[in-house]
């Protein structure tokens, strides 16, 4: 990752988290009022959230953990390039979803705030860290807290993204800044046709074996929704490749990615398994043998409102028309023209 060797110096990102009080000396973040109440209206029950405590809890526990960290690792240095854009100092900082510190990593003054699991990082870094146990649908912070908050491929599990956008928006001090980054909707689309064409073809029907993600043209709407303006929203797609269709489902089950809706289907047939690597490997093979799998990652960026911000002119301002364009080059000195 390239960082401008100007931004270093610009960016010095230091607290963040939820921590027992005796740390935080006169800094007291918690005991937060979360806005609009317990949930949003008519809020989907859609993951199991104790099964994926329990998924994200045997994959940290497995005895070579860090080298399922590939792409988590590939998208938290792309949020760090998105933190340098920004040419300020950042005093009090919130990593939600942290995991072993993708993104601190690639920074130089954090302090990371690590949910629903408690994962302390093992990364060497230039950052002082607490991490802490908490809920991305329950932040337990007060409002106006934090100057950033980042995440990286976290949100994704959330049952209520409305009411996590809302507390993030919520907890932010104003002109903060939110940047995070969470799956697109066309994520594993391989595998989830490989798995539906030979789950129909056996077994006369199919369910569903991948999460359901986000629309990228449903983001912008629930970040303005939320309070933010000033948004960002891009997208892009990451390839790995993979000797078969069983290790990327190894892959996924280590970096604690396995699905967890609630309307899962617990087990797959053997012959059916065998017949999606099968559908996997003929449609979309590449020429060295190995199959790909795309992940697509939503990166958004949402600032709080402060008065100091710049806000676009009042409608029915504006003195020339684009109408009038076209004859910009009539309204030039004749001498303009000819350079």
Known sequence: MLRPAGLWRLCRLSWAARVPAENLGRRDVTSGVSPRGSTSPRTLNIFDRDLKRKQKNWAARQPEPTKFDYLKEEVGSRIADRVYDIPRNFPLALDLGCGRGYIAQYLNKVYLFNDLIYLKSNIETEIPTVSVL???????????????????LSLHWV???????????????????????????????????????????????????????????DLGHLLGRAGFNTLTVDTDEIQVNYPGMFELMEDLQGMGESNCSWNRKALLHRDTMLAAAAVYREMYRNEDGSVPATYQIYYMIGWKYHESQARPAERGSATVSFGELGKINNLMPQGNKSQ
Do not use: W
């Open 159 to 217: 049952n209520d993204l409305p009411r996590a956008l809302e507390q993030i928006h919520y907890i932010l001090k104003p002109d903060g800044v939110f940047i995070g980054a969470m799956f697109g909707g066309d994520t594993l689309y391989e595998l989830r046709c490989s798995l539906q064409l030979a789950e129909t073809e056996r077994e006369g029907g199919f369910s569903p074996h991948i999460s359901p993600f986000t629309a990228v043209n």
């Open 134 to 152: 908490a809920d991305e649908e329950f932040l337990p912070f007060r409002e106006n807290t934090f100057d950033l908050v980042v995440s990286s």
